[in-house]
């Protein structure tokens, strides 16, 4: 199933949007890897994987899994829920044994999509991944009104290097911070 919605939606963005994307050599071919995008729209969950050879697995609001077609789709697609406002155990152990089985997780560090398009606070839950995980983080920005027929950039950045905060035990919320700072880089590097 995951396939072919990859296919309905790379079709309907090709159809109703100019898209360009960036980067995708940056995705490795064959190591779990961390997809840590800015969040602006509904949309940005499909366009993230849409254009990828490889899966990608996402976190989702819980409160998605309890609405009847969703609580029915999102698992075959392979999403994943997660309580939003606490520490959800579960949730966590599912995303660090999807990286370390090589898969792509994507994730929203904001935990929320912005209001007004401005990249917002990453949470620690997405430094506690970067830090407890083999995965390559790989930072991510999405740029459009998604209006139809505007253009949709997608940029994939290269891997951030989070050896040295592994090394030497950062915080979660440090690490966030870092991944954060690199979407932002991304984003003002290729904003119109």
């Not at 309907?12 to 729209?41: M, Q, T, W, Y």
């Not at 999405?142 to 290097?161: A, H, N, Q, R």
Request: hydrophobic residues 40%; contains cysteine.
């Amino acid at each position: 199933m995951y396939w072919t919605g990859q296919f309905l939606f790379r079709t309907f963005f090709r159809l109703f949007f100019r898209v360009k994307i960036i980067g995708k050599e940056n995705i490795p071919a064959d190591k779990g890897v961390l997809l840590c995008s800015n969040h602006i729209n509904n949309l940005d969950p499909p366009l993230l994987g849409a254009f990828l050879k490889r899966k990608t697995r996402y976190m989702a609001k819980a409160e998605l899994f309890e609405l009847p077609v969703l609580k029915f789709l999102l698992p075959k697609v392979g999403a994943f829920p997660i309580k939003r406002g606490s520490s959800d155990r579960q949730a966590m152990r599912a995303g660090l044994k999807l990286l370390k089985e090589e898969e792509i997780v994507g994730v929203f560090p904001e935990g929320t999509r912005s209001r007004d398009g401005n990249l917002g606070k990453g949470l620690a839950g997405v430094g506690f991944f970067a830090l407890r995980s083999p995965a390559d983080v790989v930072p991510c920005a999405i740029m459009s009104t998604y209006k139809p027929f505007s253009k949709i950039l997608l940029v994939y950045g290269e891997p951030i290097d989070m050896q040295k905060l592994r090394d030497r035990k950062a915080s979660p919320e440090e690490a966030s911070e870092e991944i954060m700072a690199s979407i932002k880089q991304l984003l003002d590097k290729y904003k119109k």
